[in-house]
């Protein structure tokens, strides 16, 4: 990463800050950017190198990582070379988030790799069947997580530690549904392959520590959406993979608290002209509220690692 951030400074990939933003965020401008790139590398070296290459579940994952990761990175590009804030516009985004979420669909049901089946946790036997609906399952899920996570990416640190400890309940939950007797025993779908995800997972996990070394208050480095938009699809893409998407939904919850705030606050105003929130995403209400940027940060981890408690109290909730 240090070889990285110095390269990036070279080629001068520095942060564009929003004018209109809090404006303690002034001082972040020129901060090297799209260490995404450095997350994705590692994360798919990490996992070639210890997965099973014969599972079409973790090739469907690595697939999906990487084109998400080339849709932020083009992105990020587009907004540093235009020295603003504006990228791909939102419809190129769903557009290109909305392939991806097909071709892995399109895939799990082409090879018959699950059921398409929403289960939910909590509950012995309350399973929805969708059938060809579960193409609009898989695209919510993936472009919601993705543009979630990528709305969190806010704040020095804010993002990736919750990353992490979803990516954390992910890796128990594929270990347990690849362990037939396990799966048994805590009445989950046994799903062939699952383990190889927690392979995937415990890379991210490697990959978010060394990153936080370098993106903590104040960051060196930012991940950019080459990093938010690649790990938001890769979390949604492995829990569809293993019939944990209304985990993924509990362990993320701060990722869907910051999208709501967002829905709301958009709505609101259109509707009123006036504001629920201070600023959207939820982290720059609390900003402008009155609380240092580290606490926001810090108070948002203790959240995220509530919620991964509360996701793993499923396992035996049932």
């Given at each position: 990463?240090?070889?990285?951030?110095?390269?990036?400074?070279?080629?001068?990939?520095?942060?564009?800050?929003?004018?209109?933003?809090?404006?303690?965020?002034?001082?972040?401008?020129?901060?090297?950017?799209?260490?995404?790139?450095?997350?994705?590398?590692?994360?798919?070296?990490v996992s070639i190198c210890l997965m099973r290459l014969d599972r079409w579940e973790s090739w469907i994952c690595i697939l999906s990582f990487i084109a998400a990761g080339a849709l932020g990175f083009w992105d990020d590009y587009l907004k540093l070379s235009k020295k603003n804030t504006k990228g791909l516009s939102s419809k190129a985004k769903m557009i290109g988030l909305l392939l991806i979420s097909i071709s892995v669909v399109a895939t799990i049901r082409n090879m018959e790799l699950l059921d398409s089946s929403v289960y939910f946790p909590f509950f012995k036997?309350?399973?929805?069947?969708?059938?060809?609906?579960?193409?609009?399952?898989?695209?919510?899920?993936?472009?919601?997580?993705?543009?979630?996570v990528n709305l969190t990416d806010g704040l020095d640190g804010l993002a990736i530690v919750p990353i992490m400890t979803t990516a954390g309940v992910l890796l128990v939950m594929a270990y347990?549904?690849?362990?037939?007797?396990?799966?048994?025993?805590?009445?989950?779908?046994?799903?062939?392959?699952?383990?190889?995800m927690a392979v995937i997972?415990?890379?991210?996990?490697?990959?978010?520590l060394g990153f936080l070394w370098f993106n903590s208050h104040p960051a060196q480095v930012f991940m950019g959406d080459v990093g938010s938009l690649s790990l938001g699809t890769l979390l949604a893409v492995c829990a569809l993979l293993i019939h944990q998407e209304i985990i993924l939904l509990v362990a993320g919850f701060l990722f869907v608290l910051e999208a709501v705030s967002v829905i709301v606050q958009v709505g609101?105003?259109?509707?009123?002209?006036?504001?629920?929130f201070l600023m959207a995403p939820l982290h720059h209400h609390f900003e402008l509220s009155g609380w240092p940027e580290p606490k926001v940060i810090v108070r948002f981890w203790?959240?995220?690692?509530?919620?991964?408690?509360?996701?793993?109290a499923s396992l035996k909730l049932r």
């Open positions: 990463m240090p070889r990285f951030i110095k390269w990036v400074q070279s080629v001068e990939w520095r942060q564009v800050v929003r004018e209109d933003g809090p404006k303690t965020h002034l001082k972040k401008k020129g901060t090297p950017t799209m260490g995404g790139v450095v997350i994705v590398s590692v994360v798919c070296f036997n309350l399973i929805i069947p969708l059938g060809v609906l579960f193409y609009v399952w898989g695209f919510l899920v993936i472009s919601g997580c993705a543009n979630a347990v549904s690849g362990h037939r007797d396990l799966a048994e025993y805590l009445r989950f779908v046994h799903v062939t392959g699952a383990g190889e997972m415990g890379a991210v996990i490697g990959a978010g609101f105003y259109k509707k009123t002209k006036k504001r629920v203790i959240l995220s690692i509530i919620f991964a408690v509360v996701a793993l």
